[in-house]
């Protein structure tokens, strides 16, 4: 017998981007060099040579897309500000131009009945402050602030949602411990430093929020989270999880609702642990309105000698699906992760900020792009979701990533996560079966199963 599950009254239904994959026009009206302008026209860099030169187009396309929004009944669209847009240099001199941008996709948004969700900083670091060392250098915490305050002044009426930083574990450990992202650095000393100043810009930043808008935005932050799983029931693998959960979880959770970082992850990392301040701590657990999870997969580990500081490795479960990305479909990790941040962290509201899945998605021959895969997993994510609601999480919104195909970091755009279908050859938007699979959804506010 079919099931309806029934949202909470004003549930916040968006979808995500974010100005690199999406914007393109990477040298127009001013706007400077990003980190990942300079590391996508690296050679061998990006797997199949592109570039976010173009992207999307959305720079132009931006009524397009937002008309595009409204047809699908869209209620709330997360999208990141381009800091090298607004500052060329990082800091410095405004590029008016670049503020200008924003300031009307805002206003679009709020003519056409959506909510505003504005990340400050998706990655796309000033190359200029690059130069300067970038996040390595802690004068940058600083900088960030600035900058906020810049957008924070211009936008602030009207913008009621504010996350400072999308995935810091991200930009720490991908772009600066491993290499594989912007800027391209592989230094584990390093990433641990990195995490610290981006939780010190986060601090600094909410309390400039904060006084831009006389206190009436919601602040919060987003982490890319997951529900860790020892592989096996030996003590082994158990210790190996909570080692794991430490190094993707508990490294960031701590500091932003405990004000330390966690014992066991310091002394295990011993000498790389980053330099701290007094009164870092205290600044970096500033009052959160809001947590935004970025939940895709679970991860499952097993105790391995071998395996670096945290003695950890990945298992890759055998009898289970997989997205494009090569990551598992697990739907209940989101209903784990969910009760266990009420538990321990206890959030004011929460947000799943992203969720989603890449396919290998194709035009059919009746023009339209059929894609029950991504239905099958946006339903059983948003069932897990609704019973974490009915167990008291205070969970209040949900954005798929993502609203279009975009140039997907290191792999380009080999990877389709799209609620819409880019021809990027023509820039032509085709909505895929989930996009009105997902209209239908947020117009009854809730979904059959």
Partial sequence: MPKFYQFPEGFLWGVATSSYQIEGAWNEDGKGPSIWDVFSHTQGKIADGSTGDVACDHYHRWREDVAL??????????????WPRVLPQGR?????????????LVDELLKNGIEPFLTLYHWDLPQALQDFGGWVNRDIAKWFADYVAVVARRLGDRVRWWATHNEPWVV?????????????????????????????????????????????????????????????????DHAAAHRADGFSNRWFLDPLFWGSYPKDLWEGFGPMVPEVHPGDMACISRRLDFL???YYTRAVVAHDAQGGPLQVKSVRPEKSAYTEMGW?????????????LHRDYKPATIIITENGAAFADVVSADGRVHDQPRIDYLRDHLVQAHRAIREGVPLEGYFVWSLMDNFEWAH??????????????????????????????????????
């Fill in 69 to 82: 929004m409204k047809e699908l009944g869209i209620k709330a669209y997360r999208f990141s500000v381009s």
């Fill in 328 to 340: 598992e479909i697990y739907p209940q990790g989101l209903y784990e992760l969910l009760i266990r």
């Fill in 412 to 449: 380009g755009y080999t990877k389709r996560f799209g609620l819409v279908y880019v021809d990027f050859s023509t820039q032509r938007r085709i909505p895929k079966d989930s996009a009105l699979w997902y209209r239908d959804v947020i117009a009854a506010n809730g979904l059959t199963v």
């Fill in 172 to 236: 720490a450990w991908i772009g600066h411990g491993w290499g594989e992202h912007a800027p391209g650095l592989r230094n584990p000393r390093c990433a641990l430093q990195v995490a610290h100043h981006l939780l010190l810009s986060h601090g600094l930043a909410v309390e400039v929020l904060r006084d831009a808008t006389g206190g009436a935005a919601r602040i919060g932050i987003v982490l890319n989270l997951t529900s860790v799983h020892p592989a096996s029931d030996t003590a082994e």
């Fill in 92 to 104: 410095g001199p405004v590029n008016s131009k670049g503020l200008d941008f924003y300031d009307r």
């Fill in 292 to 294: 935004g999870v970025n």
